[in-house]
Nanobody, 125 residues
Framework: VQLQASGGGLVQAGGSLRLSCAAS????????MGWFRQGPGKEREFVGV????????HYDNSVKGRFTISVDDAKSTVYLQMNSLKPDDTAIYYC???????????????????WGQGTQVTVSS
């Protein structure tokens, strides 16, 4: 299984970005797809998760109402739509996949089997 994250960049506060995570090498209908981020000087933190087949969506409180995860099965791609971006959202964003879903608290990175390489998001004030 390979995950390829892309779509990061530099955006002003209040702007939007859409990150993509292209998945290959597996049958993903049973997977849960998560997004994590690691800001400068910070530990990696959970952003959100959704089941590939639909449902099971959870977001960290810091992004709830601003970020949305969606899946395009035909393109084998998961998206993270980020709106109303803040400087605190500056981080490297990683997508992750959990085979057969997340069997526990979704914020635990140890529950995810595969990880993408990360894409940088920088939000200027």
């Amino acid at each position: 299984v390979q995950l390829q994250a892309s779509g990061g960049g530099l955006v002003q506060a209040g702007g939007s970005l859409r990150l993509s995570c292209a998945a290959s090498g597996g049958v993903f209908s049973s997977y849960a797809m998560g997004w994590f981020r690691q800001g400068p000087g910070k530990e990696r933190e959970f952003v959100g998760v959704a089941n590939w087949s639909g449902g099971g969506t959870h977001y960290d409180n810091s992004v709830k109402g601003r970020f949305t995860i969606s899946v395009d099965d035909a393109k084998s791609t998961v998206y993270l739509q980020m709106n109303s971006l803040k400087p605190d959202d500056t981080a490297i964003y990683y997508c992750a996949a959990a085979l057969y879903g997340v069997a526990g608290p979704p914020h635990l990175s140890s529950l995810y089997n595969y990880w993408g390489q990360g894409t940088q998001v920088t939000v200027s004030s």
